[in-house]
């Protein structure tokens, strides 16, 4: 595991309608307008049946220095923006890229997460979204520090080309078509 101290995250209680008990495992994860709130399809570990919640919860960024700050998808936007300039990225791209960062961040249910989580979660959308911007972001992110580097990373994305991931206009999220 790659951050091993990651795995003692505190989830919220949920007590299942029809048992009471109190485990349920999280099978679907949706955020709602701007992240106050989220959707949830549970199912009960103890009879196995399935039911909906509507939790509010602010998901939580784990600075380096310990403190703790709301999710922003701002804060995501604004920390790519660099690594997009001069690329066909705009701002439905980047509003896209943000929720899709935050929809994998709150999958599994934490309500914490470290500042790298949000870095690591980034990458994959990001390379979707743009090589060359993924390329600048990962190496200031991942600390490249020489060709070698660079040449490495570019042999992982010839090596495994990406999928061109692109989500139609009409399945994105209607809170960001404002
Ligand atoms: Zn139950």
């Known amino acids: 595991m790659l951050f091993p101290h990651l795995a003692k995250k505190e989830k919220p209680l949920v007590i299942c309608p029809f048992c009471r008990f109190d485990d349920s495992r999280v099978i679907d994860s949706r955020p709602t307008d701007e992240g106050n709130q989220i959707r949830r399809r549970r199912e009960c570990t103890s009879c196995g049946r399935r039911f909906n919640t509507a939790e509010s919860s602010i998901l939580l960024v784990i600075k380096r220095s310990g403190a703790t700050e709301p999710f922003s998808r701002e804060k995501v936007i604004s920390g790519v923006r660099k690594a997009c300039q001069g690329r066909p990225v705009n701002d439905d791209d980047l509003a896209l890229l943000a929720q899709r960062v935050e929809e994998s961040l709150r999958l599994d249910g934490a309500a914490e997460v470290e500042a790298q989580e949000v870095g690591l979660a980034l990458l994959a959308p990001l390379r979707e979204l743009d090589e060359v911007a993924y390329l600048r972001y990962a190496s200031v992110y991942r600390n490249f520090a020489s060709l070698e580097d660079f040449e490495a990373e570019i042999a992982l ?22």
């Open 157 to 178: 994305l010839r090596a495994e080309p990406s999928r061109n991931f692109k989500v139609p206009k009409d399945s994105r999220n209607q809170a960001l078509i404002k």
